[in-house]
């Protein structure tokens, strides 16, 4: 069977606001699909989220194209399960999902799809109804001081939308990436317009005064969003 390639695209640092709130996690994958591959893979896909069993899986999954992305990065899509708490993850990696539909996605990932990296993250400060926006962007971060990144991104982000997310990686993240930042919209036009707007309100400028010594960015990547599943 083919490697499988997923990536995470989700970040955060614990903040006072969640930690009332049971601890959510989420694994990503980085994936490589065949141009042939492509329909498919999300054919199966489809199938099998919406079968009966598929239905009763205890993740929220999301499946992107990649879109923007730096000449390090060769996926072409991501695959994120993002489960409630520890526990959606007690069964993680125990084989097919025992159905018909379950052994026909299998069956397509080892024909079109390589996995490059999976990662295992937590969300920090995260809203999931905003998965369903279509696009998405992930800056990747090595953060040195969490406590004073996460004062200056509640900050920030109460003084723009309120939509940014912060997550922490796990495991199996690249070298050096200990957080992700992320930005959803419904559209690329929609994302160009909020960025533009984040920047004339200061709030932008004011965030990197107050944690430019506290991380580093690594690389970003951004994503369409082709399909989401278990979305409440």
Same mark, same amino acid.
């Given at each position: 069977?083919?490697?499988?390639?997923?990536?995470l695209a989700?970040?955060?640092?614990t903040?006072?606001?969640?930690q009332?709130?049971?601890k959510?996690?989420?694994?990503?994958?980085?994936?490589?699909?065949?141009?042939w591959?492509q329909?498919?893979?999300?054919?199966?896909?489809?199938?099998?989220?919406n079968s009966?069993?598929?239905?009763?899986?205890?993740?929220?999954?999301?499946?992107?194209?990649v879109?923007f992305?730096n000449?390090?990065?060769s996926?072409t899509?991501q695959?994120?399960?993002?489960g409630?708490?520890?526990?959606?993850?007690?069964?993680?990696?125990?084989?097919?999902? +025992?159905?018909?539909e379950?052994?026909?996605?299998?069956?397509?990932i080892?024909?079109?799809?390589?996995?490059?990296?999976?990662?295992?993250?937590?969300?920090?400060?995260?809203?999931?109804?905003?998965?369903s926006?279509g696009f998405?962007?992930?800056?990747a971060?090595?953060v040195?001081? +969490?406590?004073?990144?996460?004062?200056?991104?509640?900050?920030?982000?109460?003084?723009t939308?309120?939509?940014?997310?912060l997550?922490?990686?796990?495991i199996?993240?690249?070298?050096?990436v200990?957080h992700?930042?992320v930005?959803?919209?419904?559209?690329?036009?929609?994302?160009?317009?909020?960025r533009?707007?984040?920047?004339?309100?200061?709030?932008?400028?004011?965030?990197?005064s107050?944690?430019?010594?506290?991380?580093?960015?690594?690389?970003?990547?951004?994503?369409?969003?082709?399909k989401?599943?278990?979305v409440?």
């Open positions: 069977m083919k490697k499988i390639f997923i990536t989700l970040l955060f640092i903040t006072s606001s969640i009332a709130q049971e959510s996690y989420w694994a990503c994958m980085a994936v490589t699909v065949d141009n591959g329909s498919p893979f999300v054919e199966a896909l489809d199938n099998f989220m009966d069993v598929g239905q009763m899986m205890p993740y929220t999954v999301t499946l992107s194209e879109a992305t000449g390090d990065t996926s899509h695959l994120c399960f993002i409630e708490n520890a526990a959606s993850f007690a069964s993680w990696g125990s084989g097919p999902p +025992p159905s018909l379950g052994l026909a996605l299998f069956m397509t080892d024909e079109y799809v390589e996995f490059d990296q999976i990662i295992l993250g937590s969300p920090l400060i995260f809203d999931p109804t905003n998965l926006n998405t962007v992930v800056w971060m090595d040195n001081d +969490p406590a004073t990144y996460a004062n200056a991104f509640v900050e920030f982000n109460n003084a939308t309120g939509t940014f997310e997550h922490e990686a796990i199996g993240a690249q070298e050096g200990t992700y930042f930005a959803r919209q419904s559209d690329l036009g929609a994302w160009l317009e909020g533009e707007a984040v920047f004339e309100s200061g709030a932008a400028a004011q965030f990197q107050e944690a430019s010594d506290s991380f580093d960015i690594l690389f970003n990547i951004g994503f369409n969003l082709i989401s599943y278990n409440d």
